[in-house]
């Protein structure tokens, strides 16, 4: 039987050609793992080299954007795990486990438009990961914040920030604007690393399985 990836999609209960995962336990796991992976490892990629390039400008306004797609790309990596601690120091059920894990792979809908979400769950609000990582980064909301007024043409935080940026340029310094972000971000990497080794872990079980059932291939 070979695997045909579009009428997969849309083919309720379609038959994988194999190891196939029916448990809602193992299929939590799998939606943790591929939210962190498809809309986590990939974007970070993609964000630390846009990081690299504006801090290496010295464009705070690019870095600044960059940096709040990143409090938001490892918030929802951070949403997943936090999930799945909830859930092991058995403050939550298995089925709430299971719902919430399946809102990470779906696209968040105000009220009132739910009829326009073609997936099957509502995800989460983008504040939602950003204030998941707060147990890790206490100031992370607030920072979460700033940046946002900023990009988004706050008179207030554009003022201030040009006018630290303009003064460091010109007297041929480093960009304490920049380099105050970036001592956050740092935080944040500690974060979203802590978060893979701890999916590692808890996808070994799975993996082990898959190799186990592969033995006779």
Do not use: C
């Amino acid at each position: 039987m070979s695997f045909d990836p579009v009428e997969a999609l849309y083919t309720p209960n379609y038959e994988y050609p194999e190891h196939v995962i029916d448990d809602e336990l193992s299929k939590s796991i799998v939606y943790i793992t591929l939210s962190a992976y498809y809309a986590g490892v990939i974007p970070l990629i993609r964000i630390e080299q846009a990081l690299n390039l504006a801090k290496g400008m010295n464009n705070e306004y690019a870095f600044a954007l960059a940096a709040r797609t990143y409090i938001e790309v490892g918030g929802r990596v951070h949403k997943g795990i936090r999930l799945w601690r909830v859930f092991d120091k058995d403050r939550t059920q298995l089925a709430q486990l299971h719902n919430g894990t399946l809102r990470l792979l779906g696209r968040y809908t105000p009220e009132g438009k739910e009829h326009l979400n073609i997936f099957k769950a509502k995800g989460f609000n983008v504040m939602s990961f950003v204030q998941a990582l707060s147990d890790e980064v206490p100031d992370i909301a607030q920072v979460y914040e700033n940046l946002s007024s900023y990009v988004h043409g706050g008179f207030g935080e554009q003022r201030f920030y040009r006018m630290q940026s303009w003064l460091a340029h010109a007297k041929g310094e480093h960009d304490p604007t920049v380099g105050g972000w970036s001592d956050y971000l740092d935080q944040l990497r500690k974060t979203v690393f802590s978060d893979f080794d701890l999916l590692l872990n808890v996808t070994r079980v799975i993996r082990q399985r898959y190799d186990e059932s592969r033995e006779t291939d």
